[in-house]
Structure formats: C-alpha cells, structure tokens
C-alpha cells in the first residue's frame, strides 16, 4: 500500500482482496463492467459506453491531448453525482477501492477528485488487470492450496441439493453450474431462465468464494469441463480430478421428482424450452422417441418424460464417467437429508486427516 503525491492512495490487489468491510468502485464503462469485474464491484462509469468509444477514437485518429481535453469535458459532467454517490458508500465501508482497466487515468482522476474533497479512497494499482492477473494466478497455484471432495451420481439423483444444504450448514462449497449459469447439459438454460455469465466473472467468483470460505478442503459436484459457453480452469479441473470422490445414489423415482422439480417449477417457458430441447436430442435418441417424449410434455406427462430420459438417454451416456472413479463413500439414499448428513460427517473426518 502507498501513497502518491498528487492526493492519489494506491493499494495492491494482494492487500486489497483480504479486507474486510471492503466496497470495490468499478468507474469503467457497462460493457468493460458487464464483460468482467471484480465480485461484488458497483459499476460507476466515468464515460458510458459511447462516449468511451468517442474518447478513444479521437486518441487514436487526433491527438493524446485531444482525448483528455475531451474526456475531461464530458467527464466534468458526472463528478457531482460520484462525489454524491461514493461519499455515501465511504460511510458504511471501512475502505472504498476505485478502478478502471489499468489504474490509469479514470480511477487516477476520480481518486485524486475525491481525496482531495477529504473523501479517503484508494486506487487500485494496475486495476482491473491486475485483479484478472491475481484470479489466474490464484487458479494456476490452486491444487497447493485447496482439496477437493467431489460428488459423483447419474442425473437426478440430486448433488446440486446436497451442495445447497451443505451450504447452508457452513460447509465450503462449490457450486459450478450455478455460477456458470447452466447445468452442462442439453437442458441446461432451462434451470436458469436463460441467463448467463461470462467466463471472466465465473473465474473471479470462483476465487472470490475459495478466499471468504478460507478453507483448505472444499466439496463441489463433478462436472464436465465445460458448461455452455463455460469452461471450468484446466488447473481446477485438474485437481478436481485428484479429489476424494464421492457416489451418490438413490431410486428412479426420487431422480425423477427431482428433474421435475428443476426443470419445470419457478420457469414460465418450461414447455416450450423442454419442447426446444427435446427436438435437439432427435440424433441421439431417434425420432420415434422425440415425437413420444414431446407428447408426453404436451400432455404435461413430466413424469414419463423424465424417467424414460433418465433410462434412455441419462444414464447410458454417463455409465463410463460415472465408472471410471474409484471411490472413498457411498452413499444410497432415501431421504437427500440424510445423503447430506453422511456428506458432511466426511468432510468433518477428511478434514481432520488433511490437518494432521
């Protein structure tokens, strides 16, 4: 941490990520924001989105020095509203951090702005760069600080519930396809109504989450390496794959009700996105089965849909991932609870070995 001559505080991210009570300002356009940020950030823009474009081609088609002239004047006009904006924010946090792409003149002139109104925030040195240079490296060194239990199981037999009640009981988890946004497979926007992330913030939350939890053992869901448009870090995936692993298992009925209860609860567009999804499948499973399986939606017969996919489809193309591990526990449930109470009961033990 230092601080410079011109009223401008720089921090390093290696200080600025471990602080509590911490409020990161991203002042970088909405598309340099929504494209990547650090978790958590709130977006306050120097330049929106087209008078960044503007700025930078009279950088680069006239001058350096017209650029600043230009940015300052369209800049000029946002100061009231950040000075407003962040000295309300510097109230309720211990310590505010502004960043722009790479420390430079965006973040540079609102923290000097600022500070020199007696509002204490610092810069982040090399921003968001250098928080995008931290993550990668974090997820490089990551098989030295982090194990991993892994929970293995055919579809439906519900490891993504588990996750969640490990959660809530304070376990450090891992959940991969609610931060990727998708479940992995055919029907993965269908989980969660289409919405996305982008790789850059599935990496930063990752990480973000491994550095709260502050723990050296962690339970995620197997998954494939990819997600969508989402791909798991080859560093992570790698040791993933080293973990301690975990079958779960349970009948074809509570594999159903629990493909019905995620794929068809809380999701307005369900029937047509089942439907959508269904009609992709048309190579693997036969046309005489997509026809079948898409009457069956129609006639909201979400059951046989989901236990003849599970039979027909699921589990034959997973079989091989599925037996290719050896495996530490496990675990045939009735009751997910308890599923859940023999996960935990592990972690407690393994997590006792690995500090020994």
């Given at each position: 941490m230092v601080e410079g001559d011109d009223a401008r505080m720089e921090i390093k991210i290696e200080d600025a990520i471990y602080k509590n009570n911490c409020l990161f300002i991203?002042?970088?356009?909405?598309?340099?924001?929504?494209?990547?940020?650090?978790?958590?950030?709130?977006?306050?823009?120097?330049?929106?989105?087209?008078?960044?474009?503007?700025?930078?081609?009279?950088?680069?088609?006239?001058?350096?020095?017209?650029?600043?002239?230009?940015?300052?004047?369209?800049?000029?006009?946002?100061?009231?509203y950040i000075y407003r904006k962040i000295s309300e924010m510097r109230k309720v946090n211990d310590t505010v951090i502004v960043f722009c792409?790479?420390?430079?003149?965006?973040?540079?002139?609102?923290?000097s702005f600022l500070n020199n109104l007696g509002v204490s925030v610092y810069q982040l040195q090399g921003g968001y760069k250098a928080f995008r240079k931290f993550t990668m490296k974090y997820l490089e060194?990551?098989?030295?600080?982090?194990?991993?239990?892994?929970?293995?199981?055919?579809?439906?037999?519900?490891?993504?519930?588990?996750?969640?009640?490990?959660e809530d009981r304070n376990i450090p988890v891992i959940n991969f396809a609610k931060l990727a946004q998708n479940t992995g497979?055919?029907?993965?926007?269908?989980?969660?109504?289409?919405?996305?992330t982008t790789q850059k913030m599935f990496d930063a939350t990752i990480v973000d989450k491994l550095i709260k939890y502050n723990k050296k053992l962690v339970v995620v869901e197997s998954e494939s390496k990819r997600l969508g448009?989402?791909?798991?870090?080859?560093?992570?995936?790698?040791?993933?794959?080293?973990?301690?692993?975990?079958?779960?298992?349970t009948s074809i009925e509570n594999r159903g009700?629990?493909?019905?209860?995620?794929?068809?609860?809380?999701?307005?567009?369900?029937?047509?996105?089942?439907?959508?999804?269904i009609t992709s499948l048309k190579k693997r499973i036969g046309t005489e089965n997509m026809s079948?399986?898409?009457?069956?939606?129609?006639?909201?017969?979400?059951?046989?849909?989901?236990?003849?996919?599970i039979i027909n489809y699921y589990d034959p193309i997973y079989k091989n991932s599925i037996e290719k591990y050896k495996y530490e526990l496990l675990i045939n449930y009735d009751k997910i609870e308890k599923a859940a109470d023999e996960v935990e009961a592990y972690y407690h033990k393994t997590e006792g070995e690995i500090q020994v």
């Open positions: 991203d002042v970088r356009s909405p598309f340099e924001f929504n494209e990547g940020t650090v978790p958590r950030a709130i977006n306050i823009p120097l330049f929106d989105d087209e008078e960044r474009i503007i700025v930078g081609k009279i950088y680069k088609n006239e001058s350096i020095d017209r650029a600043k002239d230009k940015g300052v004047e369209l800049a000029s006009l946002k100061l009231p792409s790479r420390g430079g003149l965006r973040s540079g002139a609102v923290v060194d990551i098989q030295r600080q982090h194990e991993f239990i892994v929970l293995h199981g055919y579809t439906g037999v519900g490891k993504t519930k588990i996750l969640n009640i490990l497979s055919v029907f993965g926007d269908i989980v969660f109504n289409g919405a996305s448009s989402i791909f798991i870090p080859i560093h992570l995936y790698n040791s993933i794959i080293k973990g301690r692993h975990v079958l779960i298992a009700n629990r493909l019905i209860n995620d794929y068809t609860n809380n999701n307005l567009n369900c029937h047509d996105l089942l439907i959508k999804s079948k399986y898409i009457e069956y939606v129609h006639n909201k017969n979400y059951r046989q849909v989901a236990e003849e996919l």
